[in-house]
Structure formats: C-alpha cells, structure tokens
C-alpha cells in the first residue's frame, strides 16, 4: 500500500526496452551490451548485492521495494504507507489474524 504522495515515487517502467533499433539498449560495443562478457565480473553483478539493504520496520524482514520503509505486509495489516508510515486505511473493522 502506497499512498498518493508516494505514488508518484515509484518506478514507471515495468519492463526494459525491447531489443530493437532506435532503442536505448540496442548498440553493441562501448555504450551497450558488451559481447562475450562475463556476466559475474560485470558491474551490474556488484550493483545487486547490497548488504545494507532496507528492512522493515515493525519484523525486520527485506523489503522488496525500493525507497520503502514497511514490509507489504506490515503496511496492509496496520493500514499505513509502506514509503511514509502515513495512515491510509482504517483497519478496525477488518478481521486480522495478526494485528
């Protein structure tokens, strides 16, 4: 859960541009994609692994959502922003195993 303000935070695209001409991805060789590399030694390898990465707040469990500060299903339960902490939904009357 997400509110409004921190809606516009999030990334806009789901899926990168498609292999083809004109695209920013389509040039092989210096600025694209490299040819017979290792994909292991590559920066982009190194740029996953974050042993800082961001837990939740509430169970200290990863949170999969970039800038996010609450676990989804942290923010669902209290009814808050995952990115804010703001209040965005009344939970009293729902019927939660956990709250």
């Known amino acids: 859960m997400v509110c409004k303000k ?3 935070k999030l990334a806009t695209l789901a ?6 001409d004109g695209s920013k991805n389509a040039t092989a ?3 694209g994609r490299k040819i017979n590399q290792n ?3 590559s920066k982009s390898a ?4 974050s042993p800082y990465e961001a837990k939740c707040k509430l169970c200290k469990t ?15 339960k209290k009814g808050i922003c995952a990115m804010c ?7 009293n ?7």
């Open 6 to 8: 921190c809606e516009k």
């Open 15 to 20: 899926a990168p541009d498609k292999w083809k």
């Open 29 to 31: 060789g210096t600025s």
């Open 39 to 41: 994909k292991l030694l």
């Open 46 to 49: 190194k740029l996953r692994f």
């Open 62 to 76: 990863k949170v999969h959502q970039e800038k996010a500060h609450y676990c989804q299903d942290c923010a669902y």
């Open 85 to 91: 902490g703001k209040q965005v939904l009344d939970t």
């Open 93 to 99: 009357s729902y019927k939660q195993s956990s709250k």
